[in-house]
């Protein structure tokens, strides 16, 4: 794929920047700006049920948006294409930052920073350490996903054990490197 519509608008495909349970990411560019337009995809994901995927984004995003936490902006929406175009925040996941023995203490607290947001109002979001990009020491959640508050899936229960060299981490990434 070289280029990718976003309604009418044509972008340059720069690189895949990764694939989740609902999408691919790419990183993408008009020329001037770079951006990140996320394709929806229907792929089966035995632990998670999806309904209406483009809405969710969309009203995943407005819920985030209300809790003030750092996301990057969603700028237009293809509901036909089922595609998502959205601001780019460059920076390291903090998934490379703990394989690289790069973690500082201060990604930890801005994540809690974003809990204490998220829990008031009831919700989880996707703790991964994939979905989170430093950028000038300052923590992005460039996920969308949201879901309802359950213990079991906070950042204390679940999240944290991903965010260093823990033996789920490291599970992880022997079973995804390439």
Request: hydrophobic fraction near 30%.
């Amino acid at each position: 794929m070289n280029t990718i519509k976003v309604n009418n608008r044509e972008f340059n495909v720069i690189k895949l920047l990764g694939k989740g349970k609902g999408g691919y990411s790419y990183l993408v560019t008009d020329g001037r700006r770079e951006y990140v337009v996320k394709q929806i995809h229907h792929e089966p994901c035995e632990y998670y049920q999806f309904g209406d995927k483009i809405q969710s984004e969309i009203n995943d995003y407005k819920k985030l948006e209300a809790a003030e936490i750092n996301i990057p902006k969603m700028l237009d929406v293809d509901k036909e294409n089922e595609r998502i175009l959205k601001e780019y925040v460059d920076g390291d996941t903090i998934y490379d930052i703990v394989l690289k023995d790069e973690m500082k203490k201060q990604y930890v607290e801005q994540v809690k920073d974003m809990c204490s947001k998220l829990y008031a109002l009831h919700m989880n979001i996707d703790y991964f350490p994939t979905n989170f990009i430093v950028n000038d020491d300052k923590l992005w959640y460039i996920d969308f996903e949201c879901n309802d508050y359950m213990e079991e899936w906070n950042f204390e229960n679940w999240g944290i054990k991903y965010w260093s060299k823990t033996p789920e981490l490291l599970k992880y990434y022997n079973e995804h490197k390439e």
